[in-house]
């Protein structure tokens, strides 16, 4: 799988690429600014890309601009975007599409190898991986949202996994539970929150993510 | 127009009583202060001194009511209450006393005594009655000394009042207003006072600056000094002890090496929360706009947000209402009962403004809320105001203003179309004007047949009038053009200064 890699920061960047290929990736492109990510991404059109928000040469939201730019470019081009800090406001900017394809996730995430190469992959595939961050806050600005509170603590946690891009089989895994379990749980809140169901995982992650940035 | 004019003649009357007033408080003050600098009874001068101050009160808020001119208060602030040295005694110069008594009022006597306005006060309490107390009640001298003539008989007495009444609607209005000009120049603050006040405003803030900067300085290195130092500590023992154990039980050596990263991950935690402290991350990479808007979104309120900015305000202006806005959004939350937020986000000029309103139930008092109070202390740094209207029941609006947010927009150093045409209209308006136009005029009414550099004398006679008038008119024009440029460019610069 090709990929494309933008970090300013050279122990982070090789890190990175030895993390990837140690996974079978091959990276494509290793650069450290926004144009030069624009440009390879526009040119390399990869499986995925793998992108810093802050970059050179204005060290703001470069990073981000430029995949906002390349999505435009390209439609549904997979990106995983890293970040110190996360924020909805960044998360619903890069939803806004709705095509899927994009991943969001604190830099930390990066150290639990095998889970940071499970969201490049879901990303690759069309999916989405939000962190959990993310998911927390969007959860926390919609207290006061009627459906939600319908929600027992059991299918609270499986929505929360589902809103971090997660499989049905993935989530059962996590908690414990069969996937037919799962797929019930995720039929009553899809019920409950008024949403068409959907045997897609991709397109029933999109539809919780569009309902709770929907406020 | 009737009623302008009565308005303006009880306020003429209400004004001379109040300067007779002030007339004898005047020598009263005066007596005092001769009595304690000729014969030594200080204890005299502060009792006069504020007498004087409190009929010079009267006479601000007359003019207020009357001419809706303020006047600005100028005496300097009064000295903070002396304080006991450690073995409580209390010094003043080279002197010690038991009790504050005496040091106080040493004190007081000296700020009385060295401020301008004591002396400026005291002067228009003894001049006003003999000089604008007469002008602005003149109208009605005049009647009133008529009808006495009529009454003891001299029937001239009534020009004296026809005089009066007859003058009264186009004077004394105006005599009013001429009142409150000079009253406002001799007992507002003069330039000298207002840069002192400002002095002592500025010198107030920066103190509180200071301080709370230092603690703030304090927080963030004991934060770091506990939190992800500690954990860097662990962290490299936690890895040191894994490498010990590489050899002999590769298990123990990779389950510390897990925990090894779990506090990284945790430190890195402790290090975001701080970092949103001292300076949010979108701040630095939106600017204020996006940032409150990322604010307003993590919040469970209902929120809209409106932006309307030329650009990034300056960095410290523009943390610094941010700051406001997060706070009085979670004072929304916590305290104000809101569902629906609304903050709107403006410029006028070079001022910086913030709207919030929420739906609450309203009752915020800044004098109660030590968040209301923080905000004040960290915009007061920049002269910025905050303003909040919270009636039980609500709604709840708070405004944050910050003057000097955005650089005034620097003119050009390149002469635009309106200075050239300035230039041009000053530097040659005089040559069509005068001698082209007035002197030959002159020269032509006179008679006097000299041709010279005189336009009009070397064209035939029937176009020498048409064109001295015209040149008069020409001059005329551009004169006028000038004057009118000038001014409406000068207009336009104090707006962008304001």
Redesign the interface.
């Known amino acids: 799988m090709r990929v494309v890699l933008a970090e300013d920061l050279h122990l982070l960047r090789e890190g990175l690429v030895h993390l990837l290929r140690a996974h079978g990736f091959e990276v494509v492109a290793a650069v450290e600014s926004g144009p030069e990510l624009l440009d390879a991404l526009v040119r390399e059109r990869p499986d995925v890309a793998v992108v810093d ?2 970059l050179p040469p204005t060290f ?2 470069e990073g981000l601009q430029a995949s906002l730019e390349a999505r435009r470019l390209v439609r549904g081009l997979p990106i995983l975007v890293l970040s ?2 996360v ?3 960044y998360a ?1 900017e890069l939803l806004a599409d709705g095509t899927g394809g994009i991943g969001y996730l604190l ?2 995430r990066v ?2 190898g095998d889970q940071f190469i499970d969201a490049v992959r879901r990303v690759a595939g069309g999916g989405t991986a939000m962190d959990p961050e993310v998911i927390a ?1 969007l959860l ?5 949202s009627e459906p939600l509170a319908l929600l027992t603590p059991r299918e609270r946690e499986v929505l929360e996994l589902m809103a971090e891009g997660r499989s049905n089989a993935a989530i059962g895994q996590r908690l414990y539970l069969s996937e037919s379990a799962v797929g019930k749980h995720t039929a009553g809140i899809f019920a409950k929150l008024g949403l068409a169901p959907s045997d897609d995982d991709n397109r029933r992650v999109l539809a919780v993510l569009a309902f709770l940035n929907s ?1 | 127009m009737v009623r302008r004019t009565l308005t303006a003649l009880g306020g003429g009357t209400a004004l001379l009583g109040l300067a007779l007033l002030g007339q004898i408080v005047g020598l009263i003050t005066l007596a005092g202060v001769l009595l304690s600098f000729m014969l030594g009874l200080v204890f005299a001068f502060p009792p006069a001194v504020r007498l004087a101050r409190a009929t010079i009160g009267l006479h601000r808020s007359l003019v207020l009511r009357l001419t809706g001119t303020r006047i600005d208060v100028p005496y300097l602030p009064a000295p903070p209450p002396p304080v006991p040295l450690h073995d409580g005694w209390y010094r003043d110069g080279r002197k010690l006393y038991r009790t504050p008594l005496i040091p106080s009022f040493n004190q007081r006597l000296n700020w009385l005594f060295k401020d301008p306005a004591t002396w400026r006060d005291l002067t228009f309490l003894l001049m006003n009655l003999w000089t604008t107390g007469l002008v602005v009640a003149a109208p009605v001298l005049l009647a009133v000394l008529g009808v006495v003539r009529l009454v003891s008989g001299d029937p001239l007495g009534v020009v004296w009042t026809a005089l009066g009444a007859g003058v009264a609607p186009w004077y004394a209005p105006r005599a009013v207003r001429a009142y409150g000009r000079v009253a406002e120049a001799m007992l507002g603050p003069t330039r000298k006072a207002r840069l002192a006040q400002q002095v002592d405003r500025l010198s107030a803030a920066r103190t509180e600056v200071v301080d709370s900067q230092a603690a703030e300085l304090r927080r963030i290195e004991r934060d770091l000094h506990d939190g992800a130092q500690a954990r860097l500590v662990a962290i490299g023992m936690t890895i040191g002890a894994a490498e010990e154990l590489l050899e002999t039980d590769p298990n123990a050596a990779r389950a510390l090496l897990g925990r090894a990263r779990d506090a990284s991950a945790t430190a890195l935690q402790e290090l975001r929360r701080l970092v949103r402290g001292i300076h949010p991350p979108v701040l630095a990479e939106r600017g204020l706009g996006d940032a409150v808007r990322a604010i307003a979104l993590d919040t469970p309120l209902r929120t809209h947000v409106t932006v309307d900015l030329p650009g990034r305000p300056e960095a410290p202006i523009e943390s610094a209402a941010y700051f406001a806005v997060s706070e009085l959004l979670s004072n929304a939350v916590r305290h104000g009962g809101a569902g629906e937020v609304w903050i709107d986000i403006s410029h006028q000029g070079p001022v910086l403004r913030v709207t919030t309103t929420d739906d609450g139930h309203g009752g915020a008092d800044a004098s109660r809320g030590t968040g209301l109070n923080g905000i004040e202390r960290r915009i007061g740094a920049f002269d910025g105001i905050l303003a909040v209207s919270s009636p039980p029941g609500g709604p709840t609006t708070a405004v944050i203003e910050l003057p000097r947010a955005f650089a005034a927009p620097r003119r050009s150093p390149i002469a635009d179309w309106r200075t050239i045409v300035i230039a041009m209209c000053w530097t040659l308006c005089w040559i069509p004007l005068f001698p082209q136009g007035l002197v030959t005029m002159g020269l032509k009414l006179a008679g006097v047949r000299v041709k010279s550099w005189f336009l009009a004398m070397h064209v035939a006679e029937p176009f020498q009038w048409p064109v001295i008038i015209g040149m008069i008119l020409l001059g005329g024009a551009m004169l006028t053009t000038g004057v009118v440029l000038s001014a409406r460019q000068r207009e336009a610069e104090v707006g962008v200064c304001a």
């Not at chain 1, 926390?140 to 006061?144: D, E, I, K, L, P």
């Open positions: 928000v802050r703001t939201d110190q800090h924020e909805q406001l619903r830099k930390d150290f639990n806050k926390v600005s919609n207290a006061r406020r």
